[in-house]
């Protein structure tokens, strides 16, 4: 199996937004369909309208109505949505929220039976998504739901130079403070320390765990959380063998490039996180969802209405949230192997998890 | 007056950190004392262990009692703490606490005497200081009891790069929602906008504003502050005439570079400002407390007890914080004469306030 192709579901997220673009232009370069067999769940009419905005040459498309019709040779696209459906770029559509619902739906059903090892989802919009089926922030916690394996998700963002994962994700920041405790936090650690472990084959993480505060609560001064929920976290978890450090006041953190000398950053809130993640490097960003029995990667922008069909999107977080997923799989199958056959010997792993 | 020199006070800190030293550095350069006249508010005893420690060349010091006995072609020191101090590097003591308070108060007092032009303060550990004459989370809220114009003072942080200020400084972030308002939001707004003109001589300040809210709250998705209490403050804003837009998505604003288009960015709290500033520019980063009246810069580090009395700090946001509040002086200045004399013309300024 190691050397066998894996088949990769694509959802097409917000056909108002630059999912098409992106995903066609990933999809464009044979040398990436070289290495997996791609199914977009989607409409192949939307996606022949962005083929022809983007002027995307190279992509032709296996049509196929579910996943039994699968060419392992081509490009396939799995139809979910009515041919009737209207894009109109860069709009909030009630619409465009129902075929992003209907093609996730899809696909998570392949991802449960097992018929597809991994799924890459491109941007929903986040409000017109919503409906009596679909009531979450976002994709991560809807796959929580779905595919949980009794601990929580745990989002990582993740480039050339960091990973970093966060406590809370997708909620107002007034309810950051309540949200965190000891429990979760180290819940949240054990799931990254396991992450970075079985999915990239690093065989001794280490963590670093920011604070809430300004200054990482400068001794009490600016809160508390830091000594009574974020500091007896962390002690818990090197008492269960991680090596987990902190928690850092996070302006300095980053600034001072301290954040290289670990695998993976634990941020309380998502923009903890996500700024410096974004201000070192936007375009190369892969979101994956870790903590889940399936895998699921995504890149690490939006929709991005403003540039939708203008042929100015990067393809470049998307290709890497395709490789990300191979690479995890592969990861995966190693480290299981691994822990069925424990004699065998470990190898070197770098920073990055690859294989010396 | 325009070419007078102007006397700067600097005061010394947390003796057991790395002031000193940044202190030391900077003035043993003769090309920077040649443009103000220095005080230093210390110790000559503690100033003389740390230049002895950094090996630092070039400083002689006239040591003083106050200010009435400054000589201008020196580097003058008053000494305002008792000469049996013990410094004890690397470490939070109380009696460190107290002389940097006592520091604090003695420039403070002569800045409002008017026998000094600005203040330069080297980082204060925000513990040890606390008192019965000192309880505030730093200098910024400090300075703000003592010299308040009426509205708020605003904490900004700049650089080569950008200009950030931030709506709430050293609070937990648990009290971040409750704290900002549209009064308050629209006040700092106003502070930053006057403050672009007269300290930064731009004639149109451009500001961008922050959301509150992962996504800028994903349009009430993730929280309603943006719409309840920002954008109502921004379309104020807008209604007195200054230019400023917004609620931004942090993470993508510095992703996606888009904070260079804009004079300054206020952000909501302290670390959504201060980990992109700091994540750009560690080292150079300038702390400058607008809105009061009187001239206060500080350097963006803090104590760095780590590396204290190590001879490895560097100088440089010390120094560009020397210089900061030398430009500000004269573009007050410069400001305030135009403002007198309104037919005077105005000079072209590019981005960082410097005339053409």
């Not at 089926?133 to 130079?161: C, Q, R, W």
Request: with cysteine.
């Amino acid at each position: 199996m190691e050397n066998e192709k894996i088949i990769i579901g694509i959802t097409h997220g917000d056909i108002n937004g630059i999912g098409y673009e992106v995903i066609l232009k990933t999809l464009a370069e044979p040398k990436v369909t070289e290495s997996f067999i791609p199914v977009i769940y989607g409409s192949a009419k939307v996606a022949a309208y962005h083929r022809k905005s983007g002027d995307i040459q190279g992509v032709n498309m296996n049509i196929i109505n579910n996943i039994d019709e699968i060419n392992p040779k081509r490009i396939n696209i799995v139809n979910c949505i009515n041919d009737e459906i209207k894009v109109e770029l860069g709009k909030a559509t009630e619409e465009a929220g129902k075929a992003a619902f209907d093609a996730l739906e899809q696909a998570t059903s392949d991802l449960k039976k097992g018929r597809i090892q991994a799924i890459v989802t491109a941007p929903i919009n986040k409000k017109n998504i919503q409906s009596d089926k679909f009531s979450f922030p976002g994709h991560t916690e809807y796959l929580e739901e779905k595919f949980s394996m009794g601990t929580p998700a745990l989002m990582i963002l993740m480039n050339d130079v960091m990973r970093v994962a966060v406590v809370t994700g997708h909620i107002p920041v007034s309810e950051v403070p309540k949200a965190i405790s000891k429990e979760l936090i180290l819940q949240k650690i054990e799931v990254l320390n396991y992450s970075l472990k079985r999915d990239f084959k690093i065989t001794r993480p280490r963590i670093a765990v920011l604070g809430l505060n300004p200054h990482a609560g400068d001794e009490g001064v600016i809160g508390n959380e830091e000594s009574t929920i974020i500091e007896p976290a962390i002690a818990e978890a090197v008492k269960k063998g991680i090596t987990c450090v902190g928690p850092y006041p996070a302006d300095g953190f980053f600034g001072s490039g301290n954040f290289k000398k670990f695998d993976a950053i634990l941020a309380m809130y998502h923009d903890q996180g996500l700024i410096p993640f974004k201000t070192i490097a936007m375009e190369s960003g892969v979101n994956y969802t870790a903590g889940l029995n399936i895998i699921r990667t995504s890149p690490a922008h939006g929709t991005a209405y403003e540039i939708a069909g203008k042929n100015m999107a990067s393809e470049e977080s998307f290709r890497q949230a395709v490789f990300a997923a191979i690479d995890i799989y592969k990861n995966r199958q190693w480290s299981d192997e691994i822990a069925m056959n424990p004699l065998k010997i470990e190898p070197k792993t770098d920073r990055a998890g690859k294989i010396e």
